[in-house]
């Protein structure tokens, strides 16, 4: 079993930043790819970014070049750097770690952008 606990949610003004943080534990070898989903009120899930392994990254179309994602492996430590937010990022984040064939979830952490 894998462990993830987020941190780093709040609310913040349009135009601010956030960093959350995701630390694995657990039976963490073999975790392939750690990253962030999203889920606001009414909408589906979307995948905000993730980070490889090997430390490729993919972004959501409506972040990128606003949010980066790095990764601490000597932390087992994922980050998510939130910058210029937007009314439109508020939703609850999620981290999720793959390592096959499992996907394991933390509990979520909102995130709220005020105009």
């Known amino acids: 079993q894998v462990q993830l606990v987020e941190a780093g949610g709040g609310l913040v003004q349009a135009g601010g930043s956030l960093r959350l943080s995701c630390a694995a534990s657990?039976?963490?070898?073999?975790?392939?790819?750690m990253g962030w989903y999203r889920q606001a009120p009414g909408k589906q899930r979307e995948l905000v970014a993730h980070i490889t392994s090997g430390g490729s990254t993919n972004y959501a179309a409506s972040v990128k070049g606003r949010f980066t994602i790095s990764r601490d492996n000597a932390k087992n430590t994922v980050y998510l750097q939130m910058n210029s937010l937007k009314p439109e990022d508020t939703a609850v984040y999620s981290c999720?770690?793959?390592?096959?064939?499992?996907?394991?979830w933390g509990q979520g952490t909102q995130v709220t952008v005020s105009s």
């Open positions: 657990g039976s963490i070898f073999g975790i392939n790819v």
């Open positions: 999720y770690a793959y390592r096959y064939p499992n996907d394991y």
